[in-house]
């Protein structure tokens, strides 16, 4: 008989479904104009700093850019190792089949092997993880992990449940076998990014794990209501919240930059545009738009078209930040 994890698909879940495929789908309707490479690399630097934030990493996202560009920082062994695994993970992100248990342990491999001698196999004694009151799950026996992950790679393989559902479903019953003596965290979120990367391709540019990161307290809160339920359904719910979330900060963030990008913008303005940004980095689309004697509209759309080409990124805020130009 085969292995079926436990959860109830509930009107919140229902709901909350209905939500991220409407958000996925205006985000897919802006892509690729406004889901730049830039806007990818940078989403990329979020997904890998929630992560590494979530197990107490503290370099940040400003030394995480820096190891990514190949620079050198302060920090301790342990945590640049940690950057150095997940940017290599992430980076292998599309090479990895979601239904594969050898690639799960590639993948793990990867992500610690400057830190364990025993990066990509499982544990070989018994452990159990601690929260604030002491230890809040005892894992598994080692004795069984192997078969209870084969048995949850099995159920993935042939589940035809919603990938949403799914991959929330996975990511729970995956921290509760606990395969690994470190890492079981970043992987599992790494994993559920995986599964919902196959589903829609757009969640490349969508940084979940910074959500998490932001609500902490509250995934450790539904990894345990889980527990103690006996099934995943609080953690599922917490997971496709956090999803609409990040959906809802990418929609954000674009709302003020039209979804239709005219594809024959007049060279001329935007080396201007460049040229006056060049000279003042902290330039407004106003006085942009006066200097080129166009709309702020038409101004928004040239900006759009720089980022696209990869030319052009916005550090900061509109109100306090400034134009890099690349």
């Known amino acids: 008989m085969n292995y079926k994890p436990p959860f109830t698909i509930t009107p919140q879940i229902l709901d909350l479904i209905s939500r991220i495929s409407e958000a996925v789908g205006k985000l897919e309707v802006l892509a690729p104009s406004s889901i730049t490479p830039t806007l990818r690399k940078a989403n990329k630097i979020k997904t890998i700093t929630g992560t590494l934030e979530i197990e107490g990493n503290t370099l940040g996202i400003e030394k995480i850019t820096a190891i990514l560009e190949g620079k050198r920082v302060m920090g301790s062994m342990r945590e640049i190792a940690e950057v150095n695994g997940a940017i290599k993970v992430y980076d292998n992100l599309a090479t990895f089949d979601y239904k594969n248990l050898d690639d799960l342990l590639r993948a793990h ?4 092997e400057e830190i364990l001698n025993n990066a990509g196999t499982c544990r070989n004694s018994n452990v159990g993880v601690g929260g604030e009151e002491g230890v809040v799950h005892v894992a598994p026996p080692h004795g069984q992990v192997p078969h209870l992950m084969q048995q949850l790679f099995n159920w993935l393989s042939v589940s035809d449940i919603h990938p949403l559902i799914k991959s929330s479903v996975f990511h729970y019953e995956f921290e509760f076998i606990h395969p690994f003596v470190d890492g079981n965290g970043r992987i599992g979120r ?4 995986l599964i919902l990367y196959e589903w829609k ?4 540019a969508i940084p979940i794990e910074s959500v998490i990161k932001e609500t902490q307290q509250k995934y450790y809160d539904a990894l345990q209501r889980a527990g103690e339920m006996g099934e995943s359904t609080p953690f599922v719910e917490f997971m496709l919240d956090a999803i609409l979330k990040a ?3 990418e929609l954000s963030n674009e709302k003020n930059v039209p979804i239709k990008v005219p594809k024959n913008v007049p060279i ?3 080396d201007k545009i460049l040229a006056l940004m060049a000279q003042n980095s902290s330039i407004t689309i106003d006085q942009l738009a006066q200097l080129c004697a166009v709309s702020d509209k038409t101004i928004k759309r ?3 078209k720089l980022k696209e080409q990869g030319r052009l990124q916005r550090e900061g805020s509109l109100k306090s930040g ?3 130009i690349i």
């Open 109 to 112: 491999k990867m992500l610690m």
């Open 190 to 193: 790494l994993w559920q990014s």
């Open 201 to 204: 391709s757009i969640f490349s």
């Open 247 to 249: 959906c809802e900060n």
């Open 268 to 270: 001329e303005r935007l």
């Open 302 to 304: 040239d900006i759009a």
């Open 322 to 324: 400034f134009w890099k």
